[in-house]
């Protein structure tokens, strides 16, 4: 009786969604390409209905989204761009909902060491003692790139080295090979942090998250476009991105859900 009931619950789950369904989410990069790809995945795998990635960067996505073809059903932005976007009439009403928490972190090249950063003098005088710290130039409209920069102008990092680039920052310094072995990069945690128990392994090259008093981190939202043809579908995405069993997936890829 039990099979018989599991059987009958997966087809129902099943029915719900359109038949050969497509949905396509607008994102920018702030939330990990490959995570999120995982998540669409295992929603497809469950549902049927394909889910197709357009990443882009925020310029692009907040001046594209109403207007591109085929039409975004879905976008994920950082709160305070999705707040703009939500003012000015470019997403569903009541069709966003909150997805996690990013972090920003320090860097450092493989085999370098990795000093304790966990309050802002420490910080201060890591960033100091680095023959230059790189990140991503604000110029791209990033969130998380205009918080570096912010943070960095601050008096008590006076005399830091900066170099703004014009890719990853912090692929440019592990994969790439630029700076020296005291250079450092600050940018998006995309891996599992230091201390939740896979940190070493999966990220070493990663000193930490920044200390959380200096509140170091993106808040991400998604909403449904007011020009989708699925929003069935849509919503049920966005409720399967929200599910339990979506956490660890997302922690993976460095994102912390509500």
Request: aromatic share 6%; hydrophobic share 45%.
């Amino acid at each position: 009786m039990r099979s018989i009931c599991l059987a009958i619950g997966i087809l129902a789950f099943a029915s719900s969604f359109s038949q050969a369904a497509e949905l396509r989410i607008m994102n920018t990069g702030v939330v990990n390409p490959p995570g999120l790809r995982n998540v669409t995945d295992a929603f497809t795998k469950k549902s049927g209905v394909k889910v197709t990635i357009v990443n882009t960067d925020a310029p692009s996505a907040l001046r594209d989204f109403g207007t591109v073809t085929p039409a975004a059903d879905l976008i994920i932005l950082p709160v305070q761009q999705m707040g703009d976007l939500d003012f000015q009439g470019g997403i569903k009403p009541n069709h966003f909902a909150p997805l996690g928490r990013i972090g920003i972190g320090l860097w450092a090249k493989a085999g370098a060491p990795h000093p304790d950063i966990s309050t802002l003098p420490k910080l201060v005088a890591v960033l100091k003692s680095a023959s230059v710290v790189m990140y991503n130039d604000p110029v791209s409209g990033s969130i998380p790139d205009q918080y570096i920069d912010t943070l960095l102008r601050q008096p008590e990092f006076a005399g830091v080295k900066t170099m703004k680039t014009t890719g990853d920052a912090v692929a440019g310094l592990i994969r790439r090979g630029a700076g020296d072995q005291n250079a450092v990069a600050l940018g998006l945690v995309h891996a599992v942090h230091p201390g939740d128990g896979e940190g070493p392994k999966d990220a070493p090259e990663l000193v930490g998250p920044l200390s959380a008093d200096l509140k170091p981190y993106v808040d991400m939202m998604i909403a449904i476009s007011p020009r989708t043809t699925d929003e069935k579908d849509a919503a049920a995405l966005i409720s399967f991105m929200n599910q339990p069993d979506m956490i660890p997936i997302w922690k993976q890829r460095g994102m912390y859900p509500y």
